[in-house]
């Protein structure tokens, strides 16, 4: 008895063996179609993203350029190595100005609050300071701004 009963497990298992090969192949098939379906979506989504990368770049670089008032082609020459934000385009092109002569202009800034405190104040009083006409012929020959901060300066310690 014992040999029936073993003939019959092996006829069993070879049922299921044999099964199991065929759902077995049948699940490879399908996990390398899956596996085909997903390199290509990543493929797609990877260039989407690149082409976001490149747009991003192309119109950072171009917003900055604009604000500082330098032609755009320029764009073209900054390397595709440096991260672009605007600090970085604004010092490169700060740094490479000479190379396209560019001048850039420079900002005045005020020298300090206590000069514009002095401004005030003499705004305030309501009446002109002595020697108004020699101020504002000192202000029309002005050269830069440095010149009629002292010219203040002058005129408020007097």
């Known amino acids: 008895m014992s040999n029936n009963r073993n003939n019959w497990n092996d ?11 065929a759902t077995e192949t049948d699940l490879l ?9 997903q390199s290509k979506k990543i493929k797609e989504l990877e260039q989407q993203l690149t082409g976001y990368k490149v747009k991003e770049r192309e119109s950072t670089v171009q917003s900055v350029l604009e604000s500082m008032g330098v032609n755009p082609k ?3 020459f900054i390397p595709q190595d ?14 490479n100005a ?19 405190r002095q401004i005030d104040t003499i705004a305030a009083s309501g009446q002109p300071p002595i020697g108004m006409d020699d101020m504002m012929l000192r202000i029309d020959q002005a050269q830069d701004a440095s010149e009629i901060i002292s010219m203040i300066n002058g005129a408020y310690e007097n």
């Open 82 to 95: 440096i991260e672009v934000n605007s600090e970085t385009v604004e010092n490169w092109v700060k740094e």
């Open 29 to 37: 098939k399908q996990l390398r179609r899956l596996e085909k379906e």
């Open 11 to 21: 006829d069993i298992t070879d049922e299921f063996d044999d099964d199991n090969t």
């Open 98 to 116: 000479d190379v396209f002569g560019i001048t850039l202009e420079k900002q005045e800034v005020p020298q300090d609050l206590a000069t514009l």
């Open 74 to 76: 320029i764009a073209r």
